[in-house]
């Protein structure tokens, strides 16, 4: 059993603090992303679970053990770096059998395990090159190989995808999923890429200067942001947020015009409440080519302002109470600047947010 | 089609004046060498015959006898003793400027520490000192401690002349050695220690080969101030022995070579071995200050 705790975990840099006080249970076998931007944190909180960054305050347990004090070494951990962290000189059977060798096991062993996991990954071909031998995508397979092969309690990833092109990285990223699948250890991994948090996390975990701001499930983090920063953050392309006052029971937007309080909101708001409204851009598309055309809605005649064909749906810029926002029309309709359409808002899908907290109505 | 018969002659023209401009050049420089080495097996009368004898007549190992003592004919230079001061004093000074500047080197390449950038500015104003300005307080303070005319003297003095340059090269090395590579030998089970030796030692073994054999050849080399500081069979070195060659009205011009070529060889010997790594080493090293 390998759950990992991290309880009121801290970490300064002298006076500068980059993790404030982090709680998370991780549960055995869960596959958790960590998710964020740049300097949120997330990159150091792993590097505190591996033991290759003090920690300053709180405790990090690995299996119920407090690893706070434990070299690296004695975690049993393994790790995918990003630039992937191959032994250079070294041929890929020996870098796979490396952590095995260190640990005295016999050749035997050695030779039968790498085996294995050359196998799993498709890399008994590659065994005898050296990484300079091999290409990006072949790379990560032997990092991912090395971390499989000595059976450890957990994996930790650290941006393993983020130097490899578009097409490799959704290959790579199926190739993670189905390595889970079969391994069944518990996954943490840290990325900045909402598409590889969305598709390969059983809980996401989105991080912000040092905070945590949403624990959840892709679904629950994507159909209920608990703050602004989630909103928009999560979703491509992100939520459209506009600034409305709650008043008589609905959302006035700032040009005085009006839409109905959502019926799910509806107990959550006060009347007078400075509010942001949020809806993702699937949910403002022009009547007859929305997503959902039933449950309630507003209605809003909208002119195009630009339109970024995609095939089978084109991405709209349009203004709503004089602030940019961005539509989405589903179907190979063509659609021209300068043109004006009936849009239809799927209200039941609307989020809003406390305009002084960034804080969803519903968790305030 | 006379342009291109044009342009091929001038291409060829081109390539003949590069080469003899690289012959010149090569020529300048390889030929004092080169005439020290000749006259090295040369006997004495033709070295010095007047006019001079351009192309050696005969070829004679005589003077390596004289100096080793095998021949009829001996003069009395232990050159097997300053041959043996050198190679200690060498060997000793270079091992331990290579494990400082390794020590160094790895602690300025990957840890934080107080004052880490004025210390290793001051190494570097040291290394700019030239030797010679240090040897009057040297010989003064060397002479207090006792340490005239001992090998141990020499050999401190070396190590201090290549420790700047043995941890600002190292230093180089290790910064381009990612620190990945260790953090993932230390996640697959090695202490930060099985981690350097494994991991980390082997990839900069070119830029500490290097090292070594700058130092080496600085320490072998090295002549002002071993002439202050030695006085006997007890610690000089090949370099100083060289002037035993000079009497009050001669000089062994023959001798003298011979005993250069002694020194030449080894260093030329080490240079070839290590010739791969020193140019990958400079190269690869020097990218990075």
């Known amino acids: ?364 | 089609m006379s342009a291109t018969v044009e342009s091929q002659g001038s291409k060829r023209l081109k390539a003949i004046g590069l080469w003899l401009a690289t012959f010149l050049l090569m020529l300048v420089m390889c030929v004092p060498g080169l005439w020290v080495m000749l006259s090295g097996f040369r006997p004495n009368r033709e070295i010095l015959a007047k006019p001079p004898i351009w192309v050696p007549q005969e070829l004679t190992l005589d003077n390596f006898g004289k100096i080793f003592g095998w021949g009829a004919e001996q003069i009395a230079i232990p050159v097997p003793a300053y041959f043996t001061n050198s190679l200690i004093i060498a060997l000793t000074s270079t091992l331990i400027a290579l494990g400082v500047g390794m020590a160094g080197g790895y602690a300025f390449a990957r840890f934080r520490f107080r004052a880490k950038g004025a210390l290793f500015l001051g190494l570097m104003l040291f290394r700019t000192v030239p030797g010679i300005a240090l040897s009057l307080p040297i010989f003064m303070i060397w002479s207090r401690l006792g340490l005239i005319d001992t090998k141990l003297g020499l050999i401190i003095v070396y190590v201090s002349l290549n420790v700047p340059f043995t941890i600002w090269l190292i230093d180089g090395f290790f910064r381009q050695i990612p620190l990945s590579l260790s953090e993932a030998a230390q996640v697959d089970g090695c202490t930060r220690w099985q981690a350097f030796w494994k991991i980390e030692f082997p990839l900069a073994r070119s830029g500490i080969a290097s090292a070594g054999v700058f130092a080496f050849l600085t320490s072998w080399n090295e002549f002002a101030l071993a002439s202050q500081l030695t006085r006997s069979t007890d610690s000089k070195t090949l370099p100083v022995g060289l002037l035993d060659f000079t009497a009050q009205f001669t000089i062994d011009w023959a001798g003298m070579c011979a005993m250069a070529v002694i020194i030449i060889i080894p260093a030329l010997i080490l240079t070839f071995i290590v010739q791969k790594h020193l140019i990958a080493g400079l190269t690869f090293g020097g990218v990075k200050g």
């Open chain 1, 1 to 364: 059993m390998a759950e990992i705790t991290l309880e009121k975990v801290v970490k300064k840099y002298g006076a500068v603090g980059v993790v404030h006080g982090i709680d998370l249970a991780i549960a055995h076998q869960e596959f958790v992303v960590l998710v964020g931007p740049s300097g949120c944190g997330k990159s150091t909180t792993l590097r505190m679970i591996a033991g290759l960054e003090d920690i300053t305050g709180g405790l990090v347990k690995i299996g119920g053990t407090v690893v706070n004090d434990l070299p690296p070494r004695k975690r049993n951990i393994s790790m995918v770096f990003q630039n992937y962290a191959l032994y250079p000189h070294m041929d890929v059977r020996a870098n796979l059998g490396f952590g095995l060798k260190i640990a005295g096991q016999s050749p035997a062993e050695i030779t039968k395990r790498v085996s294995e996991a050359a196998e799993i990954l498709g890399l008994t071909p590659l065994l005898d090159r050296t990484p300079a031998e091999l290409s990006g995508g072949q790379r990560q397979r032997v990092a991912m190989g090395r971390a499989i092969v000595r059976n450890p309690d957990a994996f930790l990833f650290d941006e393993p995808l983020s130097n490899l092109d578009a097409k490799l990285r959704g290959q790579m990223r199926a190739e993670i999923k189905k390595l889970h699948q079969t391994v069944k250890t518990t996954v943490v991994y840290v990325t900045h890429d909402q598409v590889e948090a969305m598709t390969l996390a059983d809980r996401i975990v989105v991080m912000r200067d040092g905070h945590i701001e949403q624990v959840g499930t892709p679904m629950e983090v994507f159909n209920h942001p608990l703050t602004t920063f989630v909103a928009t953050f999560i979703g491509s392309p992100p939520m459209n947020l506009l600034p409305a006052t709650i008043t008589g029971g609905a959302v006035q937007l700032s040009d005085g015009s009006t839409v109905p309080v959502p019926d799910r909101l509806r107990g959550f708001v006060t009347e007078g409440m400075k509010v942001q409204l949020g809806i993702r851009p699937d949910d403002i598309s022009p009547i007859g080519h929305g997503l959902s055309q039933d449950g309630p809605g507003a209605e809003l005649r909208l002119t195009v302002a630009l339109a970024e064909p995609l095939g089978m749906e084109s991405l709209i810029y349009t203004h709503i109470a004089g602030q940019e926002v961005q539509a989405k029309l589903y179907g190979p309709r063509i659609v021209q600047p300068g043109e004006t359409l009936d849009f239809r808002l799927a209200l039941d899908r609307a989020h809003l947010f406390d305009a002084a907290t960034g804080r969803s109505v519903r968790a305030a």
